[in-house]
């Protein structure tokens, strides 16, 4: 089945810098691949997502990029704020698998002012 | 409802009882989840429906745990025989329609076996 690993576990950046988390996968079917925030005592929410047929997409401070040949993909938050701070979860579905979605491990990520 | 509701939030209980969980998804939602969360770790995959029909169990991870939604909204995951390594997050999640990617999260069911 499908295995996701997510790096780095944690995740510490003054107020105003980029945050960059990093996930593999190691199946080549996945064509879909959230990520998730999940702050505390909250279930994860999405936040953005990328498909197989793109290899960037952008909202606002949040961008994702796909390298399908090297099977990865990345969350950058730029100009990161407190509010950001956060559980943030990579995830992949396998094409034709339902709604089976494999998660990262997750990544702590702390703003500090 | 305005989104998906799980319930007990939280629950204790004894080795050896069985624990019902709840969960309500967002009205008119096709698509329902169950997974379960571990400190630290992500969410991992235990089964779906769509309406009434349980359409993947492979996640659930023996005999001791079963799922139903019998009318196709609400679902009750029971867990037979509880022991100290069922204690975990357990979350619904809920999509609009059947294959939509996009699923919504609950806030938990956390269940400790003690």
């Known amino acids: 089945g499908e295995n996701v690993e997510q790096h780095p576990s944690t995740l510490s950046v003054q107020e105003g810098d980029s945050a960059v988390i990093k996930c593999t996968y190691s199946?080549?079917?996945?064509?879909?691949f959230p990520w998730y925030k999940q702050e505390l005592g909250k279930g994860p929410q999405l936040i953005i997502d990328?498909?197989?047929?793109?290899g960037e997409k952008k909202d606002q401070r949040i961008a994702v990029t796909l390298n399908k040949t090297a099977k990865h993909f990345s969350l950058h938050i730029t100009e990161t704020q407190p509010e950001d701070s956060a559980v943030y979860f990579c995830?992949?579905?396998?094409?034709?698998?339902?709604?089976?979605?494999?998660f990262g491990t997750g990544t702590q990520l702390k703003v500090e002012l | 409802g305005a989104g998906v509701s799980q319930s007990p939030r939280y629950k204790v209980t004894k080795r050896g009882q069985d624990v019902a969980l709840r969960c309500d998804p967002i009205?008119?939602?096709?698509?329902l989840y169950w997974y379960r969360q571990a400190l630290g770790q992500g969410p991992e995959f235990l089964t779906y429906?769509?309406?009434?029909?349980?359409?993947?169990k492979s996640g659930l991870p023996n005999d001791r745990f079963s799922a139903e939604r019998p009318e196709g909204s609400i679902s009750t995951l029971t867990i037979q025989r509880t022991e100290q390594r069922d204690s975990a997050m357990y979350r619904c999640?809920?999509?609009?329609?059947?294959?939509?990617?996009?699923?919504?999260f609950g806030e938990g069911s956390w269940l400790t076996v003690v």
């Open positions: 995830a992949a579905k396998v094409t034709g698998g339902g709604n089976k979605l494999t």
């Open positions: 199946d080549s079917a996945s064509n879909y």
């Open positions: 990328i498909r197989s047929n793109v």
């Open positions: 429906f769509n309406y009434e029909a349980q359409q993947d």
């Open positions: 999640a809920s999509s609009l329609v059947s294959g939509e990617d996009t699923i919504y």
């Open positions: 009205s008119g939602h096709v698509s």
